[in-house]
């Protein structure tokens, strides 16, 4: 099946500080999701991207879906950015199943 | 508009014990995921819905795990019986296009 890798694993910043997570994959595909697990286990989506490049407020992220892999921008940091970021794909040749990356955790301290 | 609703939140249970967690999802939301997902971990797809019909149950241990979506729009996945290695969030979500929508999860604890 695919592969999703995320790096880094982990990631200690100050508040007000950037930065850029990382999604490498193993195959093509046609669904893209980035996520934010916070603290009390909710997942949030952030960005459905298969490709191209959207933003949210502090938050964009960018698919360069030929070169398999993904970025996921956060700048001016919170400490309410705290948490897990997960990035889940679907293989153009999968069944409709996300398969998730072992996710980035995020500490912001104030 | 309502997310993806589960409950209970959490359970606690001894193994060989019986356990079912009950999902509903967003209003007009055709497909519906179980996953699950252990400590450090991202979550894993036991099983997919489209409709009433199970399309994709390839991940789920058939011995003691049981899903059934009825009239095509709630959701139950049962554990019987539980097992020490079944502790872990059980999370159900939902899609009406491409995007899945996450419930806050079931945390299953078995002692």
């Known amino acids: 099946g695919i592969q999703v890798e995320q790096s880094p694993p982990d990631l200690i910043l100050q508040e007000g500080a950037n930065s850029t997570l990382r999604c490498n994959f193993s195959?093509?595909?046609?669904?893209l999701q980035w996520f934010h697990q916070n603290p009390w286990g909710q997942l949030i989506n952030l960005f459905y991207?298969?490709?191209g490049t959207k933003q949210n407020g502090r938050l964009s992220a960018t698919t360069v879906a030929t070169e398999r892999y993904s970025l996921l921008y956060i700048s001016s940091s919170q400490t309410t950015d705290s948490g897990v970021y997960f990035c889940?794909?679907?293989?153009?040749?999968?069944?409709?199943?996300?398969?998730f990356g072992t996710g980035t955790r995020l500490t912001i301290i104030p | 508009e309502a997310g993806v609703v589960q409950s209970p939140r959490y359970k606690i249970i001894e193994k060989k014990q019986p356990v079912a967690f009950w999902c509903n999802p967003i209003?007009?939301?055709?497909?519906l995921y179980w996953y699950r997902q252990n400590l450090g971990q991202g979550p894993e797809l036991l099983i997919r819905?489209?409709?009433?019909?199970?399309?994709?149950d390839s991940q789920l241990p058939k011995d003691r795990f049981s899903a059934e979506r009825l009239k095509g729009v709630d959701s139950t996945l049962k554990i019987q019986p539980a097992e020490l290695g079944d502790s872990a969030v059980y999370l159900c979500?939902?899609?009406?296009?491409?995007?899945?929508?996450f419930g806050p999860g079931t945390r299953l604890t078995v002692l």
């Open positions: 979500a939902s899609s009406g296009t491409f995007e899945q929508f």
């Open positions: 195959d093509s595909v046609n669904n």
């Open positions: 991207i298969p490709s």
């Open positions: 889940a794909v679907e293989s153009n040749f999968g069944n409709e199943k996300l398969t």
């Open positions: 209003s007009g939301h055709n497909t």
């Open positions: 819905y489209e409709n009433e019909e199970a399309v994709d």
